[in-house]
């Protein structure tokens, strides 16, 4: 079996006299050769160089300084030159790549765990499962080994991975194998967002974690404070690279100016200019590298490359469906509002007060900006060269890297179907679909570990463009790739220590800045006599929450569950807890945002339907009465008609009994105080259960400790709405989805509207600077 375990470090301090010209290093060893088969060169007023002695790399030496010599050719090449700009490097060795090295360069893998378990994405090792194999789980998968070493895949997209220890084990393993490859080329590995909250696990002041834990970016919103998500950039991007991770495929900025989509939760809300001030601090916070850490232009060894996402924006999905899914494939402006959704890019991610200038990297949404295009064209936003050529690299002169979404070439099933997303161009081929993105100016595929079709792509222009234009525009993707790898000074050294891997992520200061930051997000909507914080040695009840088995947006199964919502020994050390109603002062009922589903059911097509259903955001059953009717936009080469309208069309939520338990728990207590807390991923329609409820929490991803808090007086409520909360579901139909903040909002039982920027503390309304800049 194919393994690499090279994660130890030999250290040597290299100072070269000055010589004329540039001599070839044998490799350099300490007294002992028990340390691995990693070599660690520091240079004196330089940067220190990591390689595997394994790998065939061996150094340079020129006016006193060592260089690694990447292609093995002996001589010293300019993007082997740390002493020169980026730019310069970049482009010096994009001009020495082959046609097939830049399309490895252009692919994005598929989702990697570490390791390769699981039902979605397992691997094999040597061809046997992982548990069958004898394998390390820090181990290349079968899978990784072909796409980094057949088709020169750079980009790795890693998704779980067993602890700080291993992940950094795979990445050196990783460098290490792409090290001896042609060029030298290492491997920029990325991940989704991973600070989220595991909601039952204690936090202990002073006490390091797994990794540290933060609200969901909605969240961060929610704190209406722009220095809490820095600071959380600045910390994640210390966990990341202590991961080897150097591109974080984030943040989300879309504008969730439809209260129903499903993505919600990973946006700032709704408000243009506080996503634009979340989005600006966010990439700042992990792009900048400052003092002995920067490199060049605030880039350095603590940067991590911001993919922001997702052009010109996913928010306003017709009807609040989503674009993984056909028969979400179009966003619409029936406000005529495309601006606002600009405004998180241009005034936040792209125009950043740090060093670094703007995101590295734009993924641009699989939908179909639907009637935005001039030239009347509708296909997916990869595919636009309005989207991109025009609006991204021309009006706002973007030059970073621009990758798709995971999946776009791909073929599409069927309406519902978790398959391939080329929403628009569904008659082309594979290859002709990755033609018409990079032509339309797309950088990078996403999802795709094969190069064969870009490689076809390319012959494709040299027919219709000549290869010289050919040639350029590759080598144009391939600067702008290449420009986001030197820029966090992987090429010098990509190795990491493990001892310090396992030190830095998850460390307690990172942990108590993650909780604070929970604390300050959780919203206090409702407080009725001011019967918050509870009064200590009071006697709590906590029904059970039931929840109906059901199906992931995805269609992964969900088994019913009865259980206790929160972690009840941790609760136990703010109040005294029974299960008897009868004996209890207050009831504390957990429930979550109503969930619909997809807006989409094949059992309807099935039975002669259009197959679009309603997404509700209440408890009770909903019909569909102000659904517009047509629909805005249609058309798939799998449906026979355009209109999508779900008018009169009726739905129930899989958890209504979120509502029924806090009904039940309001009879049981018998008139005594019942308070409510809300997980929200969406905005909820409350009325439902408000006016018998004394007291509501609204949070966005937390630990049951941080709600404790909160509930007891611990800590004082400081977090106000990023998004309103609709009155009924009439205001939902009828808003518009590309406008924020144009619903009816919601009037409690005590006269206050749940309006984007409400939120109450100990002594009322919260009004303060936050409100007066926001609202």
Same mark, same amino acid.
């Given at each position: ?78 993007? /082997? ?191 243009? %200019?506080?996503?634009?001030? #979340? ?7 992990? %792009? ?64 950043? /007060? ?17 009637? %935005? ?52 161009? /569904? ?24 190069? $064969? ?6 012959? #494709? ?8 234009? #050919? ?46 930051? %929970? ?104 019909? $569909? ?64 259960? /408000? ?6 929490? $609204? ?77």
């Amino acid at each position: 079996m194919t393994t690499f375990r090279y994660y130890q470090f030999i250290f040597v301090t290299v100072a070269v006299a000055a010589i004329a010209g540039c001599v070839l290093q044998g490799d350099l060893q300490s007294n002992s050769n028990d340390f691995g088969a990693i070599t660690l060169v520091t240079n004196e007023g330089g940067p220190s160089l990591g390689y595997s002695t394994n790998s065939g790399i061996q150094t340079l030496s020129d006016s006193g300084f060592s260089f690694k010599d990447l292609n093995q050719n002996g001589s010293l090449d300019k993007y /082997e030159d740390w002493r020169l700009p980026v730019n310069e490097r970049a482009a010096d060795l994009a001009s020495q790549m082959s046609i097939e090295q830049i399309a490895g360069l252009m692919l994005y893998s598929g989702h990697q765990p570490v390791p390769a378990v699981g039902d979605r994405f397992a691997g094999t090792y040597d061809g046997k499962g992982f548990a069958e194999s004898g394998a390390l789980p820090s181990d290349l998968s079968d899978e990784q080994i072909r796409f980094l070493t057949n088709d020169n895949l750079r980009h790795v997209l890693i998704t779980t991975v067993e602890s700080p220890e291993v992940a950094a084990r795979w990445n050196n393993n990783v460098q290490a194998l792409v090290e001896g490859q042609g060029l030298g080329i290492p491997s920029n590995n990325s991940t989704d967002p991973r600070h989220g909250t595991i909601s039952g696990e204690e936090y202990n002041a002073g006490s390091g974690g797994e990794i540290s834990r933060w609200p969901t970016s909605l969240g961060l919103a929610a704190t209406f404070d722009s220095s809490i998500t820095l600071r959380f950039g600045q910390i994640a991007s210390m966990e990341y690279r202590a991961l080897g991770l150097t591109t974080a495929l984030s943040p989300q900025v879309d504008l969730a100016t439809d209260p129903r989509w499903n993505r919600v939760n990973g946006t700032f809300g709704e408000n243009p %200019q506080l996503a634009a001030d #979340m989005a600006r601090a966010y990439v700042d916070g992990f %792009q900048t590298s400052t003092d002995e850490a920067n490199i060049e232009g605030g880039w350095g060894y603590n940067s991590v490359n911001a993919m922001v996402k997702h052009w010109p924006s996913g928010g306003p999905e017709e009807g609040g469906r989503d674009g993984h899914f056909s028969f979400g494939k179009f966003t619409v402006y029936p406000g005529q509002n495309l601006k606002d959704h600009l405004i998180p890019f241009t005034e936040g991610a792209f125009d950043l /007060e740090g060093g670094t200038g703007m995101a590295s990297a734009v993924m641009p949404y699989y939908t179909i900006s639907f009637g %935005q295009d001039p030239s009347g064209k509708n296909v997916g936003n990869s595919y636009s060269s309005y989207i991109i050529n025009d609006l991204l690299r021309g009006t706002y002169e973007y030059d970073g890297v621009v990758c798709t979404d995971w999946g776009v070439t791909r073929d599409s099933t069927a309406v519902d179907a978790f398959s391939g997303r080329p929403w628009g161009v /569904e008659e082309f081929t594979e290859a002709e679909r990755h033609y018409l993105a990079i032509i339309a100016g797309v950088d990078q595929f996403g999802g795709n570990n094969e190069s $064969a079709p870009i490689i076809e792509a390319f012959a #494709m222009g040299v027919e219709e463009y000549g290869e010289e234009f #050919m040639r350029a525009r590759m080598e144009k993707s391939a600067v702008r790739l290449l420009t986001n790898i030197f820029r966090v000074g992987l090429f010098e050294n990509p190795y990491l220590d493990i001892e310090h891997s396992m030190l830095t992520v998850g460390r307690a200061e990172y942990v108590d800045s993650g909780y604070e930051a %929970q604390i300050k997000s959780i919203v206090l909507l409702k407080n009725a006599g001011n019967i918050l914080p509870i009064q200590q040695n009071k006697k709590v009840y906590v029904p059970k929450r039931f929840t109906p088995a059901s199906v992931t947006r995805f269609g992964f199964p969900i088994p019913e569950t009865s259980e206790y919502p929160v972690n009840l020994e941790i609760l136990e050390k703010y109040f005294s807890v029974t299960d008897n109603p009868d004996d209890a002062d207050y009831a504390l009922v957990f429930i979550n945002s109503p969930d619909t589903g997809p807006g989409y059911s094949s059992l309807d097509a099935e039975a002669g339907g259009n197959g679009y259903l309603p997404i509700s955001l209440q408890y009770g059953a909903y019909t $569909a009465e102000y659904a517009r009717d047509p629909s805005l936009a249609g058309g798939d080469p799998l449906e026979a008609f355009t209109n999508r309208s779900y008018q009169g069309k009726s739905v129930t939520t899989s958890n209504s009994p979120d509502l029924q338990m806090v009904l039940d728990t309001t009879a049981a207590m018998n008139g005594k105080p019942v308070i409510v807390s809300l997980f929200l991923s969406n905005p909820t329609v409350v009325g439902e259960f /408000e006016p018998s409820v004394k007291a509501i929490v $609204a949070n966005y991803g937390v630990q049951d400790q941080a709600i404790f808090d909160i509930l007891s007086g611990a800590a004082e409520p400081s977090g106000l709405l990023p998004m309103q909360m609709p009155a009924n579901m009439r205001t939902v139909e009828e808003q518009y989805e590309d406008v924020p903040e144009d619903m009816e909002s919601y009037i409690d039982s005590e006269g206050n509207s749940y309006d984007f920027g409400f939120g109450l503390n100990w002594q009322g309304i919260a009004n303060d600077a936050r409100t007066t800049r926001y609202k």
